[in-house]
């Protein structure tokens, strides 16, 4: 014992005899992270946001592929950015929200984009939907307060994110055949078809939320070694996850012949069900990907619901992902849900109002990407749960998934409270950039 003793007290001495050495250089680390985030939460600050609103034709016959040409040729700003860029302006990639909101029982879409490019966004929708409405509206989140939930408003809202590694891709629109093409249109089955129909089925003084933040993938991977960098991105560890599916059914054969006599050759025999789950990691990574934070808020008036009615809806809102859930691949599961499990675990009720205010401000400010400062640390439960800092979730999806679960339906969607308009009243403005 006396012997660790002597180590750790050596260890400990060396350690403070090099403070010289080591102190400056976490200062300088640290300094520099919180100037980076300064610059950067400054520059988006002074950013400037439109709301567009979607009013889809009425005779809609394009697949979701159409939204995949939207995604990447309007939301796609992948640029490389220099030492003045990221330490000087703090400039970050553009992220934009797709959402869907059930208000009152009428179903709208909007798509939520920084204002030096709206044009561009708004040019991208019209070029895949002629005969669609773009207008510019109000944020619809201002109408509740911000100090909500209170005696007037009940809140609840929940994150979503992959249940399995990002390598692996949930159930897509191309997997109902929706890619295919067909004479009887109302024949199809659309995917997003439940979420218009239960979002249009909510009463008055009921409203759902959704909303998908969506960037280029910038999510960054630690490396196994084997040669790899120590930080890589979404495709690199795509491959490193199919390496390690493949491992187990690796096998090492002894050549008896020709030039290599005498070494082991290696050949990877993988079951058929493992072959079909590469396939699917390969087909994913053939596509552009987004990082994408999904975040649903429920909200309703107390005038017009009780407690009982509004944990019904909150319950109902929990299954709005299920659809696109593939168990022998990946799933949308629900995360940093705004309750707790029993009451004791929050005698006074301040440690839920404030994950509740949170979760409906956060929305409002559509954050995933560039969160306050007090909310970029991974702070241990005790502190997550009286502070509501609860880090946020982020998944890659790539351009298939991620126009399965933001679309125009389709003449297959008939939900009586989702407006569309007439074919031949909407064009597209004259005045739009070329």
């Known amino acids: ?8 007290s050596f260890i400990f001495m060396i350690i403070g005899k090099l403070a010289f050495i080591w102190g400056p250089l976490l200062a300088m680390y640290f300094g520099f992270e919180m100037w980076h985030h300064f610059v950067t939460e400054r520059f988006v600050l002074g950013m400037t946001w439109t709301i567009f609103e979607i009013e889809v034709p009425r005779d809609v016959e394009r697949s ?12 796609y700003h992948a640029s490389a950015k220099g030492l003045w860029e990221i330490w000087i302006q703090g400039a970050p990639h553009f992220w934009f929200s797709l959402e869907i909101a059930g208000i009152d029982g009428q179903v709208h879409f909007y798509i939520r984009s920084p204002s030096r490019i709206r044009d561009l966004v708004e040019t991208q929708v019209y070029a895949q939907y002629p005969q669609a409405k773009v207008r510019e509206v109000d944020d619809y989140t201002l109408a509740v307060p911000y100090d909500a939930p209170n005696a007037d408003w009940y809140v609840w809202g ?8 990002d390598a692996f891709p949930i159930r897509t629109y191309k997997d109902y055949g929706l890619d295919e093409p067909s004479d009887k249109e109302m024949l199809k089955i659309d995917p997003l078809t439940p979420t218009i129909e239960y979002l249009g089925a909510l009463p008055r003084g009921q409203q759902v939320w959704i909303q998908h933040v969506v960037r280029p993938s910038k999510k960054e991977y630690h490396g196994h070694g084997h040669g ?7 495709v690199d560890e795509v491959y490193e996850e199919m ?3 493949m491992a187990p059914f690796r096998q090492y054969r002894l050549q008896e012949g020709g030039p290599n006599a005498g070494t082991y050759a290696s050949e990877v025999r993988p079951p058929r069900t493992i072959e079909e789950r590469l396939e699917k990691m390969r087909e994913k990574i053939s596509k552009l990907g987004f990082d994408v934070g999904i975040r649903v808020v429920c909200v309703a008036e107390a005038k017009y619901h009780t407690v009982e009615d509004f944990n019904g809806l909150r319950r109902s809102a929990r299954l709005l992902y299920r659809q696109f859930n593939a168990p022998d691949s990946n799933s949308l599961i629900r995360v940093n849900a705004t ?4 009451p004791f675990a929050d005698p006074t009720g301040l440690a839920l109002w404030n994950m509740k205010n949170k979760m409906l401000n956060w929305y409002r400010l559509r954050i995933f990407y560039h969160p306050p400062l007090w909310y970029s640390f991974n702070y241990p439960a005790v502190i997550q749960s009286f502070t509501g ?6 998944s890659v999806l790539n351009v298939e998934e991620l126009a399965t679960i933001f ?20 064009k597209p403005p004259a005045n739009l950039p070329i």
């Open 1 to 8: 014992m006396e012997i660790v003793v002597a180590i750790f």
């Open 64 to 75: 979701p592929m159409a939204m995949e040409l939207i995604f990447t040729n309007s939301m």
């Open 158 to 165: 929940a994150e979503w994110k992959l249940l399995n590694h």
């Open 228 to 234: 790899k960098p120590a930080h890589h991105g979404w």
């Open 243 to 245: 390496e390690r599916q």
């Open 339 to 342: 309750q707790f499990d029993s």
């Open 389 to 394: 800092a609860k880090p946020v979730n982020i």
């Open 407 to 426: 679309h125009f339906p389709g003449q297959v969607s008939q939900a009586p409270s989702f407006q569309r308009i007439e074919s031949k009243v909407a």
